[in-house]
């Protein structure tokens, strides 16, 4: 629930990195001007502090398992030693001590992709309602919708649960007696919750995006006689489709990252429970078990920063254009 | 983990997101009727016959595979292939019926059409609650619950009368059927709750507060079909807008109702009036929590701000700068889990006698201090808390803050130097002030995202040691401790908070649109 409140969309125009001019001008001397020595210090100071900690926590998690417990990382530089076997444990021991993060992982896939498709699909259509569809209240109805981000998803929790025990549950089991390998906890309930609680601030950004789409490109396709339908799937996906990319990464890294929804809807076993609730259970019991624990953690973050570093782009994009742009 | 359960989780997304799709493509079908249609009754037959051939043989495939494969792996149980085969002929007959019905309808006017599909959909609603009645004594519909039983019936009836009484309208002259629809629904509504209250007096057992989870839906249904029947262009806002109004309906108006409902009740769900709260003002714990949650959200917004406007300053226009950014802006990608792992490698405590394995402490040995439980002395572990949530929030405001700098006129920074002013003071008289929304938006933002501050206290103290917080207090006492009232009072002051906050934003985003 970080960041959803900024996570605003998408005006293709800003683009932090292409926006500084190349060629150095006179005013571009101006601003050099002031940054002194000294700021490019406390500059440096500042980006030090703030990736040691996890540089010390990936550093360790390649160290043997009882230096970890007795030697601080930094030692390593004068006793370098690196192993994986931090990560062949946490990921694939089958003993029951172990963490077995290899299954919450997969519990953690199942749940971020449906948890952001869902949401996405419904918010495009409902952002293309509210823009280019007329009806009387529209704006109303945009803005409740808009005032509902307001309702913290706490607020939500508990009413949300006992709907889910009287409605959900009992197909739940259904599914589960016609086919037997399918676990009696299943992930409807967690997608279902993330995709109501994405939803408010999903349509709200996409709308901004869909509303800025030149009205004459709509026009000339309702002249050709195409109806909504067509409309929707031959011009506004495409054209939307950068908007549509940067929140379904906000929402992946979201749910991805979420541990309040977890652990309310998820059953709490490896059936259901996500990476990030399994973590927490360890970081709580085993506090000190630093060897299962650093490899875990980085176990659950390398996703997150594939998608941070290789989609770079579209997630400052996402960002931006709402803080700064209404 | 072995196969089968992996095979299970993906069947599940599978059967999951294909529900989904199938729930989409129907309603969908309902948008864009072609005019042109090839004329004649070959024609017409021929129209859309390949997509539900295709549909039919799939199904057929389906039923035939489950039945050569019963008895031939172990995993295909009896039940499973009766689930498969009694799907397929269900798909194969809605196939059939829906063709049927497109075909009948092609001539008809929209007024028979629309009282015909309505028709049809009462005749499904009447056999589906009349088979849930029965539902305990077919061997596969055992899971009917009683509880679903009785949704079928007080939902299910006022739903057929409305569906009844809607076919009967479609003859109507417009502004008669418009409104005339608008009050069926909505006396539907009232229905469903007055049934609810009716049965519910004969029974032990309460029904619970669901029924009005039902009438709300119902009512939006009836509201949003109000709004589209204006004219034939407002028509198709039903398929797009359908689905979200109903999920945010019975999601999150509905359940935003109750809890603020249950706030006022106690234990067992008895009106205790004022009492939550007082036992919120009073306690000593309930008091630091919320002492706590006003440190927080002080302090991580004007420090992470703070930090983040001084870093985007001092990189701006310096060599490297995305890598700069990428560093401090990291964080913001990894989970508050996680984070909190990090942190508490950190804070980890050694003994004096022993090696230090956390840097913090290792930098007090350092200095020649005595190392420090840090988590757990109180009030210097909230700050410890507090920082990991700095450390996270400072790359949003560092990339927001110098997207806002890069904005700002080179004319009045060029201006300002030449009128004399130094570095400092350019800064302070041309840069902050261009760039005051970006911060309003920026303060505002990470103030919320830190009122609603969970995971960080869940994972690293799970609230003791006087470090608890609204949201993480709201957790233990609705889910742990069996208080849902006293839950539910924190998340409404929760809401409470968050409120002027997110008013405030909206002005602020408003009026610079209007400025715009």
Known sequence: MSQSQAAVTPDPEVDPDTAAPAVTTRADRVKRRLTSPWATMAALVIAVLWTIPTFGL?????????????????????????????????????????????????????????????????????????????????????????????????????????????????????????VPFISDQQFPPVWIAHAIFGLPLAIFLLHNFISQIPGEVIEAARVDGAGHGQIFFRIILPLAMPAIASFGIFQFLWVWNDLLVALVFSSGTPDTAPITQRLAELAGSRGENWARLTAGAFVSLIVPLIVFFGLQRYFVRGLLAGSTKG | MTTMDLLGKLLQGVVGLGAFGVVMALLLAFLDRPDDQPGGWRGSMKQGLRPRLIIIGVLVLLALLARLLYGAVPWMTQGMTNALIILAVAGIAVVVLQWLLDRLLRPATPAVRSAV?????????????????????????????????????????????????????????????????????????????????????????PIGVWPWTGALALSVIGVLGYLADRDDDSKPMLVFLMPAAL??????????????????????????????????????????????????????????????????????????????????????????????IIWNFMYAYRGPEQDQIGLINQLIVLVGGEPQQILQNSP????????????????????????????????????????????????????????????????????????KVFDIVRTMTAGNFDTSVIANEMYTQAFRSGEPGRGAALALVLFVMVLPIVVYNIRVLNQQKAIR
Do not use: C
């Open chain 2, 380 to 451: 210097w572990n909230t700050l410890a808390l507090i920082i990991v949530m700095i450390w996270i929030q400072t790359g949003f405001a560092m990339v927001v803050l110098s997207a806002a700098i890069k904005g700002v006129p080179t004319e009045q920074l060029e201006a300002a130097e030449i009128d004399g002013a130094n570095p400092w003071q350019r800064f302070r008289n041309v840069t902050v002030p261009s760039i005051r929304t970006s911060i309003v938006v920026v303060v505002t933002t990470i103030s919320i995202a830190t009122l």
């Open chain 1, 58 to 178: 990936l550093l360790s998690s390649f160290r043997p398992a009882d230096q970890i417990a007795s030697t601080g990382w930094w030692t390593f530089f004068s006793n370098p030693e690196l192993t994986l076997d931090n990560y062949t444990e946490v990921l694939f021991s089958g003993s029951d001590t172990s963490a077995q993060l290899g299954e919450y992982f997969v519990n953690s896939l199942m749940i971020a992709i449906p948890g952001s498709i869902i949401p996405l699909v419904l918010a495009s259509l409902a952002a293309y309602a509210f823009a280019w569809v007329k009806f009387r209240g529209s704006s109303t109805l945009f803005v409740i919708v808009f005032a509902l981000q307001i309702v913290p998803l706490q607020m939500a929790l508990i009413p949300l649960l006992q709907l889910f025990v009287t409605f959900v549950h009992p197909f739940q089991r259904a599914l589960h007696e016609a």
């Open chain 2, 247 to 340: 999920l945010l309906t019975v999601g999150l108006i509905y359940p935003a109702i109750r809890t603020t409902m249950l706030a006022f009740t106690g234990r067992a769900g008895e009106y205790v009036g004022m009492e939550n709260f007082v036992w919120m003002f009073t306690q000593r714990e309930a008091l630091i929590t919320l002492g706590n949650t006003i440190a927080w959200v002080i302090l991580v917004p004007l420090l992470s701000t703070a930090v983040g406007l001084a870093y985007a300053v001092f990189i701006d226009k310096s060599r490297g700068e995305r890598v700069y950014k990428m560093l401090v802006f990291m964080p913001m990608a990894i989970s508050f889990v996680g984070a909190s």
């Open chain 2, 117 to 205: 599909l309505r028709l049809v959909g009462a005749a499904i609603a009447v056999a589906i609650v009349l088979v849930a009645q029965v539902a305990e004594s077919i061997p596969s519909l055992e899971w009917v619950t009683p509880a679903l039983v009785l949704a079928g019936v007080i939902v299910g009836w006022p739903v057929v009368g409305v569906l009844l009484a809607t076919a009967a309208l479609a003859f109507a002259p417009h502004r008669i059927r418009r409104q005339g629809r608008l009050l069926v629904w909505l006396l539907a509504a009232v229905a469903v709750v007055v049934i609810a209250l009716v049965l519910e007096q004969g029974r032990e057992q």
